[in-house]
């Protein structure tokens, strides 16, 4: 007698009903439990040329955004300055030298600290990254403090060597006044870089309401001065 036949292992076409009913009650719960997207902060640099909106990633560099909108809190790019401009390449700020008289010391201060190298978001046009010391003196290509610049194109060669945490989603016929700016005879040059001092201005940097983030804590360290971004062969 041949043995008896085994139960399929296919369901029946009732049991796939049952199935998917059960799939689709539980979908609610299993998307409510999913981890929610990162929140992006929105900085304005309300700059006497016009206002800038930067949007902030957290998820690419979370301690340079923590420390970037702890500083705006406290006021601290108030009357700074972009005190680098360079056509075709990147306006840089956050110095606060560049609240002297003395526009040749623009470039080297800081909050007295450095923050550790996050190095993961791309120089796309409007990226925004901090300035650094080269690498000769600073091998951990941690970041400057406080000195950011905003890439005026897309500069891939740049990629891997600092730290990008945001991009600029508005403002920028404010960007172009700046870099207008270069244009003048009666502003500091050194070098390829031109220094519009106060007027290219931030009067006021402010978090937009409901997206603060929680400070981190920073490495602190002996204050250096930034090295920006150096510029390609274009922007000689």
């Not at 409007?126 to 290509?141: I, K, L, S």
Request: neutral net charge.
């Amino acid at each position: 007698m041949s043995p008896t036949s085994s139960p399929t292992s296919s369901p029946t076409p009732r049991r796939r009903r049952i199935a998917a009913l059960a799939l689709l009650t539980g979908l609610p719960l299993l998307l409510a439990a999913a981890p929610a997207t990162p929140p992006h902060p929105r900085v304005v640099l309300e700059t006497v040329c016009g206002d800038i909106v930067l949007e902030l990633h957290p998820e690419d560099a979370p301690q340079t955004v923590a420390n970037f909108t702890k500083l705006v809190n406290q006021g601290f790019y108030d009357s700074l300055t972009f005190h680098r401009v360079v056509p075709g390449f990147v306006i840089q700020g956050g110095d606060p030298n560049s609240r002297d008289d003395n526009p040749f010391n623009d470039g080297d201060g800081g909050p007295g600290y450095t923050v550790p190298a996050e190095i993961k978001g791309k120089h796309v046009k409007g990226a925004v990254a901090m300035a650094r010391q080269g690498d000769q003196v600073n091998p951990e290509r941690a970041s400057n403090g406080s000195q950011f610049y905003i890439a005026l194109r897309d500069l891939p060669h740049l990629d891997d060597g600092y730290t990008v945490f945001g991009q600029v989603v508005s403002g920028w016929p404010a960007i172009d006044s700046i870099v207008g700016l270069a244009a003048r005879n009666d502003i500091a040059r050194v070098g390829n870089n031109s220094n519009p001092g106060r007027l290219a201005m931030i009067k006021h940097a402010r978090l937009l309401p409901a997206t603060t983030t929680k400070a981190a804590s920073t490495k602190a360290t002996k204050p250096m001065p930034a090295q920006p971004a150096a510029a390609d062969s274009a922007a000689h």
